[in-house]
């Protein structure tokens, strides 16, 4: 069915008798949307996961089938439209009794949960987080993994082939340096193999930190070549999604680590995008400017899409400053959608909020999902709250080809950060011998101060600009993703 051009922005309350409802993902199939919700028992606190299905306007939800988990604790990922019609998704899984964790694979239809498949090995501990189907129909499932028992036991990356009912055929484990590894996402790759999405993370003490990390593995799942992206200093998000691209490279999105802004110590996370040529290597980024010192842990990308003229669509969530609040209550958090071209200049970027939720600090909009659908547009799926009615509820939204909710909003143009740089043009990028910063101020009075960061998060140089054209020397520099910061502006650039 092909679709006229539809637009939506809603949230779908918990059933009765249960609190916070949210979701990871939604998928077009047909002529009705379908998603995979959870929910808590008021009575019990048990979990209660509902697959669901929403008709093309988004005013309707009808509740296909359900799962409590009355023993044991289960974690569902997203739900995956496969070949042939239908849905699959993993369940990680813990049993309240033995404290082991194990996964299944459930089949999904109209009907609701059918084939569910259980895999029979215990773990100290094992969380399944995303899978594909490939063309054979087997499934490539990754996650985390410890095997051996133990708080401080090392965690691996873990690959899971298994064939289109969830029968495991093999599993591979992965963790190259001293630190744990978590696996987050994956993506097939032309030549059979997969690129993985992660992070390297440390637990302990006060020198914790996560970066993110890529992974490429042939398609019986040996190693070929990582990635690390950020630094031990700055603490980075995972890699949350990854795609690859059409010149046989790849595009991740994730939040990556910055120098405190607004003057307090510690660590910012800003969204980011980067495009990688096939061996790994940056090609492109953008990271989006936080304006004002923010708690970060909502702020960062958390999907991509590759669509079909090679562009990339990619969702997540975004701190959003309001300089008409007192603090604390300037910060509240918005999604986001935003579209790519292929060479990683940012077409437009939208924010989205529910009108039921009250614009206060401690409200939250996150979007951990979105495909392109047929007309163009795009769907994006998470939860919100709390609303008026003081519940967190599962947020669908459907906007078009511009992220506009209502039709012509591409026609306005609004700034994304409170800054007294009016405009700012940063240039070539990539750079080799000199890259210029031509700034445009309203009312500077305060000095231009320039600082660049290498991508472990090292300050590698410091200046004074000046309004209008400045040619920066960077000859001296590594090639690489260099990020930098002109007062509360930030951005990024890379060297050749």
């Known amino acids: 069915m092909l679709l006229g051009q539809t637009y939506f922005n809603q949230r779908f309350p918990p059933e009765p008798g249960t609190w916070g409802s949210g979701t990871r993902s939604v998928e077009l199939n047909g002529d009705a949307y379908f998603t995979n919700r959870w929910s808590a028992s008021n009575a019990t606190?048990?979990?209660?996961?509902?697959?669901?299905?929403?008709?093309?306007?988004?005013?309707?939800?009808?509740?296909?089938?359900?799962?409590?988990?009355?023993?044991?604790?289960?974690?569902?990922?997203?739900?995956?439209?496969?070949?042939?019609?239908?849905?699959v998704e993993v369940g990680s899984f813990t049993n309240y009794a033995s404290r082991l964790q194990y996964f299944g694979v459930y089949k999904l239809d109209e009907l609701g949960f059918r084939?569910?498949?259980v895999d029979t090995n215990m773990y100290p501990y094992i969380y399944?987080?995303?899978?594909?189907?490939?063309?054979?129909?087997?499934?490539?499932?990754?996650?985390d993994i410890r095997?051996?028992?133990?708080?401080?036991?090392?965690?691996?990356?873990?690959?899971?082939?298994?064939?289109?009912?969830?029968?495991?055929?093999?599993?591979?484990?992965?963790?190259?340096?001293?630190?744990?590894?978590?696996?987050?996402?994956?993506?097939?790759?032309?030549?059979?193999?997969?690129?993985?999405?992660?992070?390297?993370?440390?637990?302990?003490?006060n020198d914790s930190f996560t970066r993110g990390l890529v992974m490429k593995v042939d398609s019986n799942g040996t190693h070929q070549w990582?990635?690390?992206?950020?630094?031990?200093?700055?603490?980075?998000?995972?890699?949350?999604?990854?795609?690859?691209?059409?010149?046989?490279?790849?595009a991740f999105v994730g939040g990556i680590g910055l120098p405190h802004w607004g003057g307090l110590s510690g660590t910012g996370i800003s969204p980011w995008v980067v495009g990688l040529s096939p061996g790994g290597g940056v090609i492109w980024a953008d990271t989006l400017e936080p304006s004002e010192a923010v708690d970060s842990r909502w702020n960062y990308y958390?999907?991509?899409?590759?669509?079909?003229?090679?562009?990339?669509?990619?969702?997540g969530q975004f701190h959003v400053w309001d300089s008409l609040q007192t603090v604390p209550d300037k910060f509240r958090i918005h999604g986001v959608l935003s579209k790519y071209s292929s060479s990683g200049e940012r077409q437009w970027l939208r924010k989205y909020r529910h009108p039921e939720v009250p614009d206060e600090s401690y409200a939250k909009h996150l979007l951990f999902d979105v495909?392109?659908?047929?007309?163009?547009?795009?769907?994006?799926?998470?939860?919100?709250?709390?609303?008026?009615?003081?519940?967190?509820?599962?947020?669908?939204?459907?906007v078009d080809s511009f992220g506009c909710l209502v039709k012509g909003c591409e026609l306005v143009s609004v700034p994304l950060t409170e800054s007294s740089i009016a405009s700012?043009?940063?240039?070539?990028?990539?750079?080799?011998?000199?890259?210029?910063?031509?700034?445009?101020?309203?009312?500077?009075?305060?000095?231009?101060?320039?600082q660049l960061y290498d991508i472990t998060g090292r300050l590698v140089r410091t200046q004074i600009l000046k309004q209008n054209d400045n040619t920066i020397d960077v000859g001296h520099l590594k090639p690489g993703l260099y990020t930098y910061r002109l007062n509360e502006t930030y951005g990024s650039f890379v060297v050749e």
Request: glycine share 12%; aromatic share 10%.
């Open 302 to 315: 958390s999907d991509i899409e590759m669509l079909e003229d090679s562009a990339f669509i990619v969702t």
């Open 371 to 398: 495909d392109p659908t047929p007309d163009g547009g795009f769907v994006a799926a998470g939860w919100l709250g709390p609303s008026n009615d003081n519940t967190q509820d599962t947020w669908i939204i459907k």
């Open 226 to 250: 990582h990635r690390f992206f950020g630094g031990h200093t700055h603490s980075s998000k995972p890699v949350y999604g990854i795609s690859t691209t059409k010149n046989g490279g790849y």
């Open 424 to 450: 700012l043009k940063v240039y070539p990028n990539p750079a080799n011998d000199v890259i210029h910063f031509d700034v445009k101020g309203k009312h500077i009075h305060e000095p231009l101060n320039l």
């Open 115 to 117: 084939n569910i498949v």
């Open 45 to 87: 606190g048990f979990t209660q996961y509902q697959f669901c299905k929403i008709d093309m306007s988004g005013n309707a939800i009808d509740v296909l089938d359900s799962l409590i988990d009355t023993n044991q604790f289960v974690v569902f990922g997203p739900i995956t439209k496969v070949e042939g019609g239908g849905f």
């Open 128 to 143: 399944i987080k995303r899978l594909i189907e490939l063309p054979s129909k087997n499934l490539i499932l990754v996650g």
């Open 147 to 205: 095997e051996v028992p133990g708080s401080f036991s090392a965690q691996h990356i873990v690959i899971i082939k298994t064939d289109s009912l969830g029968h495991q055929l093999w599993k591979k484990t992965y963790r190259k340096s001293v630190y744990d590894w978590n696996g987050e996402c994956i993506s097939l790759c032309p030549d059979g193999g997969f690129i993985i999405g992660g992070a390297e993370v440390n637990y302990t003490g």
